[in-house]
């Protein structure tokens, strides 16, 4: 699962960003998808899971209505939108495949893992 980012690693407090998954060399549209990241210094932690077809969402509480997961099936792209950025968003952003057609928010239920996106965020 190839991770590609969009709009940049490096923002202000405050600011959006959307981080885009794509899949290479094999699709993952049946299949759930989830946002996991990872602070230096801490363990890896869910974020945000979306099933095959987009109808089943899962947010951590802490970060739910800062975050917007999506997915367009056609592109085979996953999207991850995240709002009113702050420097403990610092981390490395990772996508993976569930092994089912829904998500979870366990990180072994995933199946193929992007290589991970760093994002910073300043004050």
């Known amino acids: 699962v190839q991770l590609r980012r969009l709009g940049g690693g490096s923002v202000q407090a405050g600011d959006s960003l959307r981080l885009s998954c794509a899949a290479s060399r094999r699709t993952f549209s049946n299949n759930g998808v989830g946002w996991f990241r990872q602070a230096p210094g801490k363990e890896r932690e869910f974020i945000a899971a979306?099933?095959?077809?987009?109808?089943?969402?899962i947010y951590e509480d802490s970060l739910k209505g800062r975050l917007t997961i999506s997915r367009d099936r056609a592109k085979n792209t996953v999207s991850l939108e995240m709002n009113s950025l702050k420097p403990e968003d610092t981390a490395v952003y990772y996508c993976?495949?569930?092994?089912?057609?829904?998500?979870?928010?366990?990180?072994?239920?995933?199946?193929?893992w992007g290589q991970g996106t760093l994002v910073t965020v300043s004050s």
């Open positions: 993976a495949a569930h092994r089912s057609s829904y998500g979870s928010r366990l990180a072994p239920d995933y199946i193929y």
């Open positions: 979306i099933s095959w077809n987009g109808a089943s969402t």
